[in-house]
C-alpha cells in the first residue's frame, strides 16, 4: 500500500512557506525554455498557471474543452474574493483568515496548506490590481470589501456580483499575451480522455479534438490539471453544463488518488428548481445574506403570501439558531438548518421546497437604490428567470450543489502521488476541508496559479532532465487506443435514450440518497442502485452521429459514464465516513441539537482512494490530519 | 405550450444549409429556450437522429457560450444571452425561428455554432497589461475614484459573446473592442500601454475581416452585457489620438 507523504515542511507554521520558497530548488532561465508543460483547464487555476509559468520561460500547452478559454466556469462565480488585507482595521489578519478557513471546513484540511493560502491571500489582490481588475472602490478610491458566511470581518473583494468573471479575465487576458508571445499553445475545443504514464510518471495526455473528433497525443514534462470539481455528478447544480470529471476521473484510473469525494458543497442560496424538465440551477450570490433575512412561517403549510405572514409568525430560523452569525452562518450549516424547516413541512413555493430570503428590512434601512446599488443585477436575474419582482416580495431560495472540496490528493507542493502530475484549484482536494468558505474558491485557484505551484514546480522539473518522452512510445499507443475503444464502446449501443436521461436519474437518486444528509441505509440503497442504472446505460444509451465529427451527444455520454463511476465512489466515501463533518453530514452521527458530531478520534484524516481496476473495490489510504498548531474545536457559530 | 420551429442546419463549413422545419410539443412555460432545445433533442435521440449542435455553459448569461440568433435576434429576446430567454415570453403555437450568428469573421462550424476565435486573436493583439506575476505593489497604493472604477467595471462587464458583430450591418466588432479598451483606459494600471493597445486592437480586428461602425447602435440594442455604443466613441478618440501620436 502506498504512504502518502505530504511533504509538509518543517519549523513554526507561520514561515513553513517562506522556509520552502527560499529553499526550494530552481530551474534556471536557459533549461525553463527546455521544459514544456501541459495546463489542463483555462478557469482561474489553470489560466493563471499557464501564463505565470510561460511568462517565467517554460513552453505552455494549455487545453479546454470550450471554445475559448475566457468562458471556464470560473466566469460565473459573483460574491468575492477573500484577502487578509484588513484594509478595514476590523482585527483581520492572516492567522484570522486561516484559522476561518480551517474552521469553516470543520477541521479536516491541512494545516499549513491552508496557512499558505491565507498568506497569498494578499499578494492575489495585489496581482489582479496590477492587471487591471475593476474592483469596486470606496468613494475615497480605496478598495471596497464586503462580509461573507463564515466570517466575523469584512475581507472579501468583490467587483458587482461579477467577481469570477472579472477575475477570470484578468487571467484570461495574461493568458492571451502569453499566447501572443508564443510561449503558450492554447488548444480550444479540446477535451483530455486520458492521462499517459509513463514509468510511473505523468508525462502526457490524450485529447480529442471536439470540433473534427480527431484524438491527438501530447507528451510533456509534466501535466497539471485544473479541470474543476464534479458537482455535475449530481445532474443539477450550480455548475456550468459542461463541468466533468472526466480528466480526473481518467487520471484517478491511471493511478493517481482521488480524496474525500464525499465532501461536497450544497449552496444555500439557489433558486428552487421549477420542473423536471430543469437543466441546471441559478445562483444567488451568498453575498445576498449581508442584507437578507431568511425566514420561513412558524405554521406548517401556511399557504399565505408571504407580505401577509405577520411578523410574530414568522421564524428567522438563522437568526434564531446561530445569534452570533445570524444569517451569515457557513453554507454547510444554512444549508442543512434550510432542509431542516423544510422536513418539518413549513418550506415555501412549489413542493414546500424552499425558504424566504426577504430584503423588506434592507429596504426599509438603506432604501431601494442603495440595495439596487448592491444587488440589483441578482435581482434583476431572479425576476428574469421566476417572474417575480424581490423588491416587492421575498426570494424564494433553495440549496444547490455547488462546489466540491473532494478532488485528486495532492501534496504540499500540489502534486499528485503519481510524480509529475500536478492538481489545481477544485480538482484538487487540499485546502477546504469538508466545506469550503464563501470567496476562497476564487482565493483558492488563484493563489494556486499564480503563487504556489511556480515555485514548487521546481522540486520536480530539477531531477527530469533528460527524461524526455515521445508520443510513439507504447504509452501513448495504449492509452489512445483504450480512448478509442471506450468512445467505440458508446457508438456501438445504439439506443434510444439520451445521456442526458440517464445522467437526471443519477443526480436524482445521489441528490435523495447521498445530499444534505446522509445515512448508512440511504448509501447502501445508492450503492446497489447506481449499477443497475449504469447498466442499463450501457444498454440504452443512443449516441448518433460518429466519432470523427463534432458530435455533442457523444460528448455528453463519454463524461456521464464517468460521473456513474465517480458517483459510486463518493457514496463508498460516504459510507465509510462514520461521522458528521461540514457538508457531510450522517444522520446517525449528530448532536442533541441536530449539530454536526465529527470523530476526530477516527477520522481526522483524508481518505484517498486508490483505483484498483474493472469492478474491483478500491482500496482506502488514509492520510492523517495533524494539527500542530491549533486545536480542532467543535464548531459553533453560536456565540 | 407547442411551438414550431425553424432551425438552421448545416452540417459544416462546406456545405450549403438549410431550415428545418421541427414541431416542439408540451414544452412547459417555465423552460428556457435552452432547455426546449435540450427537449427537441432527447426526442430525436430517441428517434435516431442527429441533435441539432448548439453550445452554452454557464446558462447564467455570464460566460459568453450561446451564440444563436432567436427571430433575427442575436442572443434573442430580453436583455440577456440566449439561455436567459424563457418560453413564457412566447405565445402558444408561434413560428420560431433559430438560426446561429451570421459574420463572415463568425464561420460556421456546425448548425447553430460559430467559430468565435476571431475575438480572442483580437484580445491576444493588445487588450491586457503586461505584468509580470509577484512583486505588484499593494493595491491600494494607487487610489481610483469610484466614478472611474465604475466606468471601467461598465465596460469590462463584456462577455465576449459576439452578437455585436452578429448584430451589425457592417458585421463590426468595435462594441467588443471598445469596451476592452475602454476598461484599461479607464485604469491608471492601462495607461503605459494606451496607445498601442488601441492601434494593435484596430489592425488586429480589420485583419479579422469585421467592418466599421457605421452608427446603426445595433450592437448596443442587443448587448447581453449593456455596454454602452459610447465606448465606440472611446474607441474611435483612442484609436485617432494613438495614430496621431504615431504620426509625429
Known sequence: MIELDPKIPTGPLKTKWQHFKEHAKLVNPANKRKFRIIVVGSGLAGASAAATLADQGYNVDCFCFQDSPRRAHSIAAQGGINAAKNYRNDGDSGWRLFYDTLKGGDFRAREANVHRLAEVSRNIIDQCVAQGVPFAREYGGQLANRSFGGAQVSRTFYARGQTGQQLLLGAYASLSHQIKSGRVTMHTHSEMLDLVVVDGHAKGI??????????????????????????????????????????????????????NPCYTQIHPTCIPVAGDFQSKLTLMSESLRNDGRVWVPKKKGDQRAPQDIPEEERDYYLERKYPAYGNLAPRDISSRSAKEVCDEGRGVGPGGLGVYLDFKDAIARLGKKEVEGRYGNLFEMYENITGENAYERPMRIFPALHYTMGGLWVDYHLMSNLPGLYVLGEANFSDHGANRLGASALMQGLADGYFIVPYTLGEYLSTQFGNKVTTDSPEFEEAEAAVRGRMNRLLEVRGTVSSEKFHRELGTLLWEKCGMARSRESLQEALTEIPKIRA??????????TGASFNQALEAAGRVADFFELGELLCRDALT???????????????????????????QCVHAWQYQGE?????????PLNYEFIHPATRNYKH | MNFHLRIWRQDHEKVEGFFEEIEALDIPAEASF????????????????????????????ICGTCSMVINGIPQGPGRSAACQVYMRSFCDGETIT????????????????????????????????TEHTGGAPDASATLISKR?????MDAAACIGCGACAAACPNSSAMLFVGAKVTHLVHLPQGQPERKERALNMVRAMDAEGFGNCSNY??????????????????LNREYVAASAAAAV
Open chain 1, 206 to 259: 490524450i485529447v480529442r479534438n471536439l470540433l473534427t473528433g480527431e484524438l491527438t497525443r501530447h507528451a510533456a514534462d509534466t501535466v497539471m490539471l485544473a479541470t474543476g470539481g464534479y458537482s455535475n455528478v449530481y445532474y443539477l447544480s450550480t455548475n456550468a453544463r459542461g463541468c466533468n470529471t472526466t480528466a480526473i476521473w481518467r487520471a484517478y484510473k491511471r493511478g493517481a488518488l482521488f480524496a
Open chain 1, 536 to 545: 442499463r446505460f450501457w444498454n440504452e444509451v443512443g449516441v448518433p452521429g
Open chain 1, 577 to 603: 465516513r462514520e461521522e458528521s463533518c461540514g457538508g457531510h453530514f450522517r444522520v446517525e452521527y449528530q448532536l442533541p441539537d441536530g449539530e454536526a458530531l465529527r470523530n476526530d478520534e477516527l477520522f
Open chain 1, 615 to 623: 469492478g474491483k473495490e478500491p482500496t482506502l489510504i488514509k492520510e
Open chain 2, 34 to 61: 435552452l432547455e426546449m432545445l435540450d427537449m427537441v433533442n432527447n426526442r430525436l435521440i430517441e428517434k435516431q437522429k442527429v441533435p441539432v449542435a448548439f453550445e452554452s455553459d454557464c446558462r447564467e448569461g
Open chain 2, 98 to 129: 433559430v438560426e446561429p450568428f451570421r459574420a463572415a469573421s463568425f464561420p460556421i462550424i456546425k448548425d447553430l455554432v460559430t467559430n468565435r476565435k476571431a475575438y480572442d486573436r483580437i484580445i491576444q493583439a493588445g487588450g491586457f497589461i
Open chain 2, 148 to 152: 472611474e472604477a465604475d466606468h471601467a
Open chain 2, 217 to 234: 447602435y445595433a450592437c448596443e440594442a442587443v448587448c447581453p452585457a449593456n455596454i454602452s455604443a459610447s465606448v465606440i466613441a472611446t
